[in-house]
């Protein structure tokens, strides 16, 4: 009987999650498109979460918000969390990839854009401690799970990029040896 | 090109003002604008007869009565009752190639349609933006393009508001995020499209520019023509009522 019970708080619990749309707004929705449709029919709670809230969640919802985003993070097999940083500037200054110079400042290939903070000389101002490599995954591995409904792509997550690839973009923002720290950013901020 | 770049950016141009530098400059070298020469294009397919039925534009109701072109696309998207739906620029002309001139739906060519954009936008130049939301479909078309225009989704959760409101003249890449539903009270993207792009020698309706924002991010766009895409301009466009309009636009 009490599982009954837990089956139809979860099943309102999704429904209430979800509601965002309106029916008649759904049956427009799958009018305008079958790709378009999918990428909005299938939003995720989250996702609607945030689009309820206009990206803004209110303070009670932030603990179990914060939490659920910290549960999807996963890490590279063999627990390193800095990789390769060639590779991780190979991905860090692809625009079709990571894309991260368009919003971050700091990269010597590309000049950055303003949405996001500077990340000039990122490693050499942070030093290379578990906690800050850690941290530097995290971040973008899930981006929800520090910054709630933000604009940063959720990596991990969503799949952009695989465990291993986050950890050489890692390295390529940590290693004191890597271009982005040893190399001035291009541009001026 | 970087140090072209970084100075261009410390001197901190505004792009509307350099867009307008630009158009004195093409105006003063060629004698005539591109954009001038879409509406000229637009005008011809307007007036000319064409199609099964042999017949001009002239006939077409933009919401002001048949043939009433000034002030009628600073009052689109609306409700029309012919066709039971709420239309914008793209698609009532759409709808009127099809009703008047006996098109097929996919014979229309979607260069035809934005030249005579172009010409009808061109008659209400100066005149304010003036949406309303009367009907009830209106109202729900405005609620839809609110929830679209918030909306997280897709594999970068992307969404227009996290971009054109939250980080609001803030760059990523070359140009900062317009203001597209005047949150700075400065007008809004409603004013100037449909628009012609110098950097890349393009004319664009705004249902084309929704649709480039969406591709550029990497999400499937709506159809040209459906309701998300005119949800979206009728949300847009009752938040830029009463700003002056610019048509046909002339942007980088």
Same mark, same amino acid.
């Given at each position: /009987? ?11 619990? %999704? ?41 803004? %969640? ?23 969390? /800095? ?11 692809? /625009? ?55 604009? /940063? ?37 | ?7 261009? *950016?410390?001197? @901190?141009?505004?792009?509307?003002? @350099?867009? &307008? ?11 005539? =604008? ?10 011809? *397919?307007?007036?000319? &007869?064409?199609?099964? +039925?042999?017949?001009?534009? @002239? ?10 072109? +000034?002030?009628?696309?600073?009052? *689109? ?28 739906? @996919? ?26 939301? =009367?009907?009830?479909?209106? &109202? ?7 929830? =679209? ?14 971009? $054109?409101?939250?980080?609001?003249? +803030? ?20 004013? $100037? ?25 990497? $999400? ?13 301009? *009728?949300?847009?466009?009752? $938040?830029?009522?009463?700003? &002056? ?8």
């Amino acid at each position: /009987m009490r599982s009954i019970w837990l089956l139809l708080l979860l099943a309102l619990g %999704l429904a209430l999650a979800q509601r965002y749309f309106s029916e008649q707004d759904l049956e427009r929705i799958r009018a305008s498109g079958p790709k378009y449709a999918e990428a909005l029919v299938g939003q995720r709670p989250d996702q609607a979460l945030c689009s309820i809230h206009k990206n803004r %969640l209110p303070a009670d919802l932030l603990p179990k918000f914060i939490e659920e985003q910290r549960a999807l993070i996963q890490y590279p097999k063999d627990g390193k969390l /800095m990789g390769d940083w060639k590779k991780g500037g190979a991905i860090f200054n692809n /625009m079709a990839k990571a894309n991260c110079f368009s919003c971050h400042f700091g990269s010597p290939l590309n000049l950055g854009g303003d949405v996001g903070p500077s990340l000039e000389k990122y490693g050499l101002n942070r030093g290379q401690s578990e906690a800050i490599q850690r941290y530097t995954y995290e971040v973008i591995y899930n981006a929800w799970a520090y910054f709630p409904c933000t604009v /940063m792509y959720r990596f991990g997550v969503q799949g952009l990029l695989t465990p291993e690839e986050i950890a050489d973009v890692v390295a390529y923002l940590l290693d004191p040896n890597s271009d982005f720290n040893t190399k001035p950013a291009a541009g001026r901020r | 090109m970087f140090l072209l770049l970084a100075w261009g *950016l410390s001197q @901190e141009v505004d792009p509307r003002e @350099e867009a &307008k530098r630009q158009k004195e400059l093409l105006l003063q070298t060629a004698g005539v =604008l591109p954009s001038e020469l879409i509406v000229e294009q637009g005008k011809e *397919l307007f007036y000319a &007869k064409r199609g099964p +039925k042999n017949a001009s534009l @002239e006939g077409c109701d933009f919401g002001l009565g048949p043939g009433v072109l +000034k002030g009628a696309s600073v009052r *689109l998207p609306r409700y029309f009752m012919d066709t039971n739906k709420v239309e914008d620029l793209d698609s009532r002309i759409r709808t009127c190639m099809i009703q008047l001139q006996g098109f097929k739906p @996919e014979e229309i060519k979607r260069s035809e349609v934005v030249a005579i954009a172009f010409y009808v936008a061109a008659q209400s130049d100066g005149m304010p933006v003036q949406v309303r939301l =009367l009907y009830p479909s209106e &109202k729900a078309f405005y609620e839809l393009g609110e929830r =679209l225009f918030y909306a997280r989704s897709g594999a970068r959760d992307i969404g227009c508001a996290t971009c $054109h409101v939250t980080y609001l003249g +803030k760059r990523a890449g070359v140009l900062p995020y317009a203001d597209v539903i005047n949150v700075a009270g400065k007008g809004a993207a409603m004013t $100037h499209w449909p628009a012609y792009r110098y950097s890349n020698d393009q004319a664009w309706t705004m249902e084309d520019r929704i649709r480039a924002c969406y591709g550029n991010l990497g $999400h499937p766009a709506p159809e040209f023509y459906s309701p998300a895409v005119i949800a979206l301009q *009728l949300f847009m466009a009752y $938040h830029a009522n009463g700003a &002056k309009a610019e048509l046909p636009g002339f942007l980088r």
